[in-house]
C-alpha cells in the first residue's frame, strides 16, 4: 500500500480482556516499529522487527504485551488481560531498513485503546 | 538519562505570523534529530532530519536548526497557515540503535 496501514483505527474493550492491533507496513520495508502514545507524552518504544533477525522487545513494559511479525510484513501486537493504564494511542512505524534513509520511520494513523 | 524536553509545551498564533519551538536533549551518544509533525488523529510525519554536522536544515516554511554543542534544536515556522496547527515533535536518535527517543510534543494552534 501507500502508507503504512493500521487496524482498528478505535478499539474500546473491557478490563481483563485480549486485544490485538494490526499493523501493514509499507510494502518492501524491512524494519517496523510498535510505539504507545498516552496523553501528554512522548512516543514509549514497545518494540521493534528487523528483517529476519530477533526482536529487540526491550520496551515492551509488562509480559501481557507481545508481537508478532509474520512473514516479514504485518505485525500484530497483542495485549492480554488488558488493564485502564493500558489506554492509549498504538502507533506502528516501517522504514526502509536500508539506503539512504534506510532509519526514516513512517508512520500510521495508530489504534486508540480504550480500556473500560 | 537520556530524555528530550519541549518547550513551550502549547503555542497559540494568528494566522501569518512566525513561530519559533525549543527542544533540549540530554542524550548521548547523539546520531541525528529529527522534527515531526502530527495532525490530530495521525501519526507523525517526518519533516527534517540533521546530523552532528548540520546546523540549519528547510522543509518549506519550515526551518530546523541544531546546536549540538548546546544540545539544543529549534523549529521555526514562516508566515504559519492554518494547516499548521498539530503537535511537533523532535526526537533524537542515540546512535547505533534503532529506538529514537521522543520529546512530549509542542501543541500549535494556528488561529484566522
Known amino acids: 500500500g501507500a502508507g503504512v496501514s493500521q487496524s482498528p483505527s478505535n478499539k474500546v474493550t473491557e478490563k481483563g480482556k485480549d486485544v490485538e492491533l494490526r499493523c501493514d507496513p509499507i510494502?518492501?520495508?524491512?524494519?517496523l516499529y510498535w510505539y504507545r502514545q498516552s496523553l501528554g507524552q512522548g512516543l514509549e518504544f514497545l518494540i521493534y522487527?528487523?528483517?529476519?533477525?530477533?526482536?529487540?522487545k526491550s520496551g515492551l513494559p509488562s509480559d501481557r504485551f507481545s508481537a508478532e511479525r509474520t512473514g516479514g510484513s504485518v505485525s500484530t501486537l497483542t495485549i492480554q488481560r488488558t488493564q485502564q493504564e493500558d489506554s492509549a494511542v498504538y502507533l506502528c512505524?516501517?522504514?526502509?531498513?536500508?539506503?539512504?534513509?534506510?532509519?526514516?520511520?513512517?508512520f500510521g494513523a495508530g489504534t486508540r485503546l480504550s480500556v473500560l | 538519562k537520556n530524555q528530550v524536553e519541549q518547550s513551550p509545551q502549547s503555542l497559540i498564533i494568528l494566522e501569518g505570523k512566525n513561530c519559533t519551538l525549543q527542544?533540549?536533549?540530554?542524550?548521548?551518544?547523539?546520531?541525528?534529530l529529527r522534527w515531526y509533525k502530527q495532525d490530530t488523529g495521525r501519526g507523525p510525519v517526518s519533516l527534517t532530519i540533521?546530523?552532528?554536522?548540520?546546523n540549519t536544515k528547510s522543509n518549506g516554511r519550515y526551518t530546523a536548526t541544531l546546536d549540538a554543542d548546546t544540545k539544543q534544536s529549534s523549529l521555526h515556522i514562516t508566515a504559519s497557515q492554518l494547516s499548521d496547527s498539530a503537535s511537533y515533535i523532535c526526537?533524537?536518535?542515540?546512535?547505533?540503535?534503532?529506538?529514537?527517543?521522543f520529546g512530549a510534543g509542542t501543541r500549535l494552534a494556528v488561529h484566522p
Open positions: 526526537v533524537v536518535n542515540p546512535g547505533g540503535y534503532n529506538k529514537l527517543i
Open positions: 510494502s518492501g520495508h524491512t524494519a
Open positions: 540533521m546530523t552532528f554536522s548540520e
Open positions: 527542544c533540549n536533549y540530554t542524550v548521548s551518544p547523539f546520531s541525528n
Open positions: 512505524a516501517s522504514s526502509p531498513g536500508k539506503g539512504q534513509e534506510k532509519n526514516i520511520q513512517y
Open positions: 522487527f528487523q528483517g529476519n533477525s530477533a526482536p529487540d
